[in-house]
């Protein structure tokens, strides 16, 4: 409730601002300024004329898919370099070189692959979220405590029931972290990718506020952008989180 | 014989001289042997080499009569911290060696339930490891091990990482178990008085030549009290072995 009274008096100023410095002593040009109620009235028309719902259902289906997809490609990866000690060496640092690569320097690559496809969005994705997941794994499992695979061995396991029985469940809450991080690294990259392509989607109506002049819709894009991304991580990757740590008591 | 160690020496790379030298012992089935020694004079390396979480540099183990070449089930050992896994509850704790051997599960239940009541945790078999102390978790361990009905328990400090009153408890727990299950154990501690209390056998090892300096028949009449005169004796005379050894 507090954050809410919070966001709500940061509008109160943010309206102030505006009337100050726009209306009454016109300071600045009304196009270069967005405000709440600009904004409120773009998301109405926005919404109404569903331009909006498609854009983030649009842009939700795309970044979950190449999402999925990068998890997966990702979670390989890791196990591989954690598993096999010559790639540990050899592939592992190119991995973390390359995952240092902001997500928009794939877009060259991709449109030039894809063109300006749906499937060139998805390829920025998968590269700039499946490397740094692929790191995560790794450590997750580096950082698993040596005492339980010791344990589990002078019990009989084998390297099957090692990883199904204590590698896997050891590292999940450092796996669940890296994934939320991937996600995050995923709606970013996915962003990358829609602003610089022509599908319909989120970072398409913000070119398209841009290209208008107006400047309330992309603002508005933007807000809707940090809302989406604030709730899958609030009431996805969190709640996960919290459940995995409180049942071992590290919460 | 239940497990025979023959000529077993361990020279870490990183180290000047060896830390195990030429070990020869020979534990019986359903005998208790105690490991003493001061820090750092190679107890938890035997160990480690028995349950085969480490190669030796010479020597070999036997394991009624098969050699040992890594780890395996028939060598449970129980850790001085727990190792029990925090995603597990009590009872998953103790069934998890039971799981990996393959048992059905009302198998697992029933003897899971066997050995917590052994150890005095029915009560808390549903508890989850954080919500119970370090003597419960120990006691899980133990359970866990016993569970595991292997042909040789270790056991490295189990009970080192716990107060005095809780340690004390808990050895006493172990002698009875024993006396009723008569497993095969090798107990390692740097307390004599334990070693005095648990084993049929002291074995005292030198930190200086990281060979056995001396192995001692403790045959005193179970259950053991550490207040005997009998018992006071054999621990001081235990104990100015290992001393002496140690300077
Ligand atoms: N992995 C290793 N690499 C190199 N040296 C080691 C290694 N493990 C143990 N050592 C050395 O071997 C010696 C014996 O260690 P160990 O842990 O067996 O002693 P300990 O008798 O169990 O002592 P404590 O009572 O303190 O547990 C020590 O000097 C230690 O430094
Ligand atoms: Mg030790």
């Known amino acids: 409730m507090n954050i809410i009274f919070f966001l709500l008096v940061l509008v109160l100023f943010w309206q102030g601002f505006y009337w100050i410095g726009v209306d009454i002593f016109r300071w600045w040009k009304p196009y270069a300024v967005p405000s709440p109620a600009g904004v409120a009235e773009r998301f109405i028309t926005l919404l109404k004329s569903g331009t909006l719902i498609e854009a983030v259902v649009n842009s939700l289906v795309r970044g979950i898919t190449g999402y999925f997809i990068a998890v997966i490609i990702g979670i390989i990866i890791g196990l591989l370099i954690s598993h096999f000690n010559y790639l540990q060496k050899n592939l592992k640092p190119i991995v973390l070189g390359v995952q240092t690569l902001p997500s928009v320097c794939w877009v060259p690559f991709s449109i030039l692959w894809f063109g300006l496809s749906a499937n060139a969005i998805l390829f920025v994705i998968i590269m700039g979220s499946a490397f740094s997941i692929a790191i995560s794994v790794d450590n997750a499992i580096k950082n698993i405590q040596p005492i339980y695979i010791k344990a589990a061995l002078t019990m009989g396991a084998n390297k099957k029931q090692m990883y199904t029985n204590v590698i896997f469940p050891a590292s999940l809450p450092e796996l669940v972290s890296g994934l939320k991080q991937g996600w995050s690294f995923a709606w970013r990259a996915l962003m990358a990718g829609e602003v610089m392509t022509t599908s319909t989607g989120l970072g398409q109506t913000l070119i398209m506020g841009r290209d208008l002049a107006d400047i309330n819709q992309v603002m508005l894009v933007m807000v809707v952008i940090v809302v989406v991304g604030i709730i899958i991580d609030k009431f996805i990757f969190s709640v996960v989180e919290n459940r995995i740590l409180k049942k071992r008591g590290l919460a | ?247």
């Open chain 2, 1 to 247: 014989m239940a497990l025979i160690i023959k000529g077993l020496s361990k020279h870490f790379k990183n180290s000047e001289k060896a830390t195990l030298n030429e070990i020869n012992l020979e534990i019986k089935t359903g005998e208790f042997v105690c490991i003493a020694g001061t820090s750092g004079c190679g107890k938890s390396t035997l160990l480690n080499l028995v349950a085969g979480l480490d190669k030796p540099t010479e020597g070999e183990i036997l394991v009624d009569g098969n050699r040992v070449t890594g780890p395996g089930a028939d060598r449970t050992v129980m850790f001085q911290e727990h190792g029990l896994f925090p995603w597990l509850s009590v009872i998953e704790n103790v069934k998890f060696g039971m799981k990996i051997a393959g048992m059905s599960n009302d198998v697992q239940e029933k003897r899971a339930l066997y050995y917590l009541e052994m150890v005095h945790l029915q009560d808390y078999k549903d508890y989850p490891i954080h919500q119970i102390s370090g003597g419960m978790r120990q006691r899980t361990a133990l359970a866990r091990a016993l569970s595991m009905d292997s042909k040789v328990l270790l056991m490295d400090e189990p009970f080192s990482a716990l107060d005095k009153q809780t340690s004390n408890m808990l050895r006493e727990e172990l002698q009875k178990i024993w006396m009723e299950t008569k497993k095969t154990i090798l107990f390692i501690t740097h307390s004599v008085e334990e070693a005095v209390y648990l084993g049929d056998r002291v074995v005292v090892l030198s930190p200086v030549t990281g060979s056995i300096a001396d192995i001692i028949k403790i045959d005193i009449e179970r259950p053991r009290h550490v207040y005997a005169t009998e018992f006071v004796n054999l621990r001081h005379q235990i104990l100015a072995e290992v001393r002496g050894e140690a300077v």
